[in-house]
């Protein structure tokens, strides 16, 4: 496991995604990505995964 020091830069680098696809200069409100859980308990906010030392996910 690696620590992202730069959060998305750094996993948007680790996938070959363009860093200025996941940059902004723009900090309005509306973009904040929120990890509380969702209102309703069958809507989906957000994904993640984890790929372990021995590559499981």
């Known amino acids: 496991m ?4 730069e959060g998305i ?3 948007a680098d680790y996938v ?3 860093r200025n696809k996941v940059l902004t200069k723009n900090h309005d409100d509306e973009h904040n990505v929120s990890l509380e ?3 309703e308990k069958d ?3 957000t994904i993640g995964s984890v790929r372990f030392g021995d ?3």
């Open 2 to 5: 690696r620590w992202a020091y």
């Open 9 to 11: 830069v750094d996993i």
């Open 16 to 18: 070959g995604y363009p």
């Open 37 to 39: 859980p969702p209102q």
């Open 43 to 45: 809507w989906l906010d």
């Open 55 to 57: 590559n499981s996910i």
